[in-house]
């Protein structure tokens, strides 16, 4: 079974730029979470999503982070505009609803914002 | 506060050494535990769930205790290949990690 995809999975862009980072969830998973990690603070959760909608957005650190899941099986992470903090890996993540169920990383974004 | 706090680490230990990990978390609410492994640079990966009797996966063993809202992980005879960071988890709706703990085993 294909596990969470995520792209892309290395962006280097300028400061001021837009950038989106897409999540394809496990087919059947009901649940989508959107984690940032850095050294400094570790494995932030960022926004989580229950059959597309969003529940949970209080880890979105500023107005400038937005994300949707229009459908089941596709989730987008936008930054607009970006700056040399948010260099980070971004970590898409599904389960099944539930919360005892385990959830599944995708293999992450890796974004620097030079 | 963190919500899911842990030792902070790192612990270097010799191959064959046991290790204790230990998780707190302030949530009572939560209601499922995990303990995953991260390898450098790779995704975070399930090692176990834990549970309230406490369980065992051959070398690991995984204990919590709600009343102290305390998880542990023990790794018995630990190798080489043991060496990644743990990083514990709690769920209630949504999933929160604590910011792990490094672990190097040296031969």
């Known amino acids: 079974d294909a596990g969470v995809i995520q792209s892309p999975r290395h962006e280097v862009t300028e400061m001021g730029q837009e950038v989106t980072l897409r999540c394809k969830p496990i087919?059947?998973?009901?649940?989508l979470f959107w984690y940032r990690q850095t050294m400094m603070r570790g494995l932030e959760l960022l926004i989580y999503f229950n059959n597309n909608v969003p529940i949970d957005d209080s880890g979105m650190p500023e107005d400038r982070f937005s994300a949707k899941m229009p459908n089941a099986s596709f989730s987008t992470l936008k930054i607009q505009p970006s700056e040399p903090r948010d260099s980070a890996v971004y970590f898409c993540?599904?389960?099944?609803?539930?919360?005892?169920?385990?959830?599944?990383f995708g293999e992450g974004s890796w974004l620097t914002v030079v | 506060r963190k919500e899911v706090e842990q030792d902070p680490g790192p612990f270097n230990v010799p191959e064959g050494a046991t290790v204790a990990f230990n998780c707190t978390y302030s949530n009572s609410a939560s209601q499922s535990f995990f303990w995953y492994r991260q390898d450098c640079r790779k995704e975070p990966k399930l090692l176990m769930s834990?549970?309230?009797s406490g369980n065992e996966d051959g070398r690991f063993t995984a204990q919590l205790n709600r009343a102290s809202q305390y998880i542990s992980l023990l790794i018995r005879d630990s190798k080489l290949s043991d060496s990644a960071t743990y990083l514990c988890?709690?769920?209630?709706?949504?999933?929160?990690f604590g910011p792990g703990t490094s672990l190097s085993v040296i031969p």
């Open positions: 993540a599904s389960r099944p609803t539930g919360p005892g169920n385990t959830i599944y």
């Open positions: 988890a709690t769920s209630y709706d949504k999933v929160i």
């Open positions: 087919s059947g998973h009901n649940s």
């Open positions: 834990v549970y309230s």
